[in-house]
């Protein structure tokens, strides 16, 4: 086999694997200008990397062999394949808008998904030498297909969970232990696994322990780095949920005072009103449309709980500016036994949701919230009904998915709806039916 076939046929399917690999899970991630360039320079790098691997096994591996000994073989494969991951760490960063953390995440779990299907494919051919001594053409095509198929199950398994979490962009500093762990475990037990199976060193049994041991340790390293994502993704979800209570903590106390000052000052407003139209003699007409306008704020709602009376008039105030009718057969006393704060982000998180479905509602007489509670036994229990016209969108937990664009601190609503159930020995549910969404809250009756 001369040099431009080694190349072709043994060098370039490693290298392009890992590339390949890699490429696969920086695809999480946006593309900066100009990636075609990028690209290519990536391209050249694999070119670069694939011939410098066949220099090392001819010349590099048999001098080195010559002058120090058979012990030292697998030493200038496991540099190769360190500098392949170190070099692809900065590579990779030129076409992918990636941090150096991010970056290192892609390359580590890239490495090894490529690993597992190198250390298969080398079980493989050891155990079956049928599949080594076929044509050269066949061989790469059959490697190239069994790796086609091992990346489409990674990305199905792996990579989308990773966007349906939203867990890329979560690498930290731990991540550059992950790096040293693929160099010390990964690279360097394959690597003296292979030279240990070239030497005829091991039995097939010794052989086959060894596979499954490299088959274990890629599993874990590769779950350690999934980890990292996910406790940094849970760390910045529970910060973004006590910032949410918080700033919910205070608009409460805000429009608390808010609606009260306005009640205050209307009512005397409309007291005014009333004098003034038996002293003089202005225009009915005129006076009844002030006394009919601060009519809205100085009615109210009163349901016999400040909280919920509080979040009913927000609410019922912003409906009327948007042409939606919002019908209340809630009884506060209910829910006494809750905290304010908890009963006006219950309230608040479900009619934000339904105020935003109704909107896009274009019929006038669907374009309708109906809030309630009644008692099921020993069980209280509240709804939230609206219609909608776009189907609402589902997680995989039942909650209901954000449908702005941009995710964001969105979708906290409704995790926050679920959490202050649970914090009262309740569940939360979403239901969506024939045009009808339903909030669902049930709540045990204390005693």
Request: aromatic residues 8%; proline residues 3%; charged residues 15%.
């Amino acid at each position: 086999m001369d040099i431009l076939q080694r190349i072709v046929y043994m060098s370039m399917p490693n290298v392009l694997t890992i590339f390949i690999a890699i490429g696969m899970f920086c695809s999480l991630y946006p593309l900066r200008p100009r990636p075609a360039l990028n690209f290519a320079a990536c391209a050249l790098v694999c070119v670069a990397l694939s011939c410098g691997s066949t220099f090392i096994q001819l010349v590099v591996r048999p001098a080195l062999v010559t002058q120090l000994g058979s012990y030292i073989s697998s030493f200038p494969t496991l540099a190769y394949f360190v500098l392949v991951l170190l070099v692809c760490i900065p590579l990779f960063r030129l076409p992918f808008e990636l941090t150096l953390w991010d970056a290192a995440f892609c390359c580590t779990a890239g490495y090894i998904m490529q690993n597992i299907g190198h250390i298969l494919w080398q079980a493989a051919t050891n155990l079956m030498p049928a599949l080594d001594m076929l044509a050269n053409l066949p061989r790469v095509a059959l490697l190239y297909t069994f790796y086609l198929l091992l990346f489409a199950l990674g990305y199905v398994t792996v990579i989308k969970n990773i966007h349906a979490n939203r867990l890329e962009g979560e690498g930290d500093w731990r991540t550059g232990f992950v790096v040293a762990g693929v160099i010390a475990v990964n690279i360097g037990l394959s690597s003296i696994v292979e030279s240990l199976q070239g030497q005829g060193a091991l039995h097939v049994s010794q052989y086959l322990a060894l596979v499954i041991c490299m088959l274990m340790v890629s599993a874990l390293t590769f779950l350690l780095d999934y980890t990292i994502l996910f406790s940094n993704r849970m760390r910045e979800d529970a910060a973004a949920a006590r910032q949410l209570v918080q700033d919910q903590q205070r608009q409460y106390e805000l429009s608390a005072e808010t609606i009260e000052a306005i009640n205050v000052r209307c009512h005397d407003i409309r007291h005014q009103v009333r004098q003034l139209s038996t002293q003089t003699d202005t225009q009915g007409e005129l006076l009844e449309e002030i006394s009919g306008l601060i009519s809205v704020y100085d009615a109210g709602i009163n349901t016999h709980n400040k909280a919920l009376d509080v979040i009913l008039t927000e609410k019922s105030l912003l409906c009327q500016g948007r042409s939606i009718q919002l019908a209340c057969t809630a009884d506060g006393k209910s829910l006494s036994h809750m905290a304010e704060q908890d009963i006006y982000s219950l309230f608040g998180n479900a009619l934000d949701n339904a105020i935003e479905a109704v909107e896009k509602v274009r019929d006038p007489e669907r374009r309708l919230i109906d809030v309630s509670t009644h008692s099921l036994g020993q069980m209280l229990c509240v709804q939230v009904r609206n219609y909608y016209d776009s189907e609402p969108q589902f997680v995989e937990d039942g909650s209901l998915a954000t449908s702005k664009k941009d995710g964001g601190l969105h979708g906290y609503g409704t995790r926050s709806m679920r959490l202050v159930a649970e914090r009262y020995d309740g569940s939360c549910s979403f239901e969506a039916n024939d045009g009808l969404f339903c909030v669902s809250v049930l709540l045990p009756v204390p005693a």
